[in-house]
């Protein structure tokens, strides 16, 4: 199974643009990359996902590298309520099956 | 809407019981999958049940199993615990029907302490 490298942990400050990068070397071509994030005591929540194009939704954008041996989470303003675990995940192809790294613990300062 | 359920929360066993978990997923999805987590790591993936049947397995001893009922929701079942089975067991549930397109909902998971 293909696995993600992630920094242990970063910090931002509130209102600010975080970006959280993952390395993902050894992906193949089928596989989608994903990211999800864990608030304490809580079980991991869907961020946002993608193949090869960048991607935006209401929580996040996703830049995915022309080699997609890398991919970079972009929140563009951080919350407190960001404050969080966020895992960079390859979905295996063709199964439910999630490869949970160790997460960057991400730290929001007031 | 109610979202993934997993019971009970918490439990505590005895090194060598045996203990079951539940989980019941969001009306109308078909794949349930269980994953582990230890406490400073990420989940790893344990089983994947859909349409009652297993579809995949992760790295765990034959002391783990699990199963898919009618109404898709999901049962884990660990035998003679240990003391490194103390975890937060996840159950998570999705639309997937061979895609990867689909996201995954998490329930809140089921503390287990084994002494």
């Known amino acids: 199974d293909a696995k993600t490298t992630q920094p242990n942990s970063m910090e931002s400050n509130e209102e600010e643009p975080v970006h959280l990068p993952c390395n993902h070397s050894?992906?193949?071509?089928?596989?989608?990359i994903h990211w999800y994030r864990q608030l304490p005591s809580q079980g991991p929540e869907y961020v946002i996902h993608g193949l090869t194009s960048n991607v935006n939704n209401r929580m996040a954008s996703l830049a995915i590298a022309e080699d997609r041996k890398s991919s970079t989470l972009i929140l563009h303003r951080a919350t407190l309520r960001d404050a969080a675990v966020y895992y960079c995940?390859?979905?295996?192809?063709?199964?439910?099956?999630?490869?949970f790294g160790t997460g960057t613990r991400l730290q929001v300062f007031p | 809407d109610a979202g993934v359920t997993q019971s009970p929360t918490h439990l505590i066993k005895t090194r060598g019981q045996q203990v079951t978990l539940r989980c019941s997923p969001i009306s109308g999805h078909k794949s349930v999958s269980w994953y582990q987590q230890v406490l400073g790591q990420g989940p790893q993936f344990i089983f994947q049940?859909?349409?009652?049947?297993?579809?995949g397995r992760g790295n765990f001893p034959d002391r783990f199993s699990a199963r898919q009922f009618p109404n898709y929701s999901s049962e884990l079942n660990v035998n003679a615990l240990l003391l490194g089975d103390s975890a937060l067991y996840l159950c998570?549930?999705?639309?997937?029907?061979?895609?990867?397109?689909?996201?995954?909902?998490f329930g809140q998971g089921t503390r287990l302490t084994v002494v």
């Open positions: 995940i390859l979905r295996v192809y063709n199964t439910d099956k999630l490869i």
């Open positions: 049940y859909y349409e009652k049947e297993e579809r």
């Open positions: 050894t992906i193949s071509g089928t596989d989608y």
């Open positions: 998570a549930s999705s639309f997937w029907e061979g895609s990867v397109n689909t996201e995954a909902f």
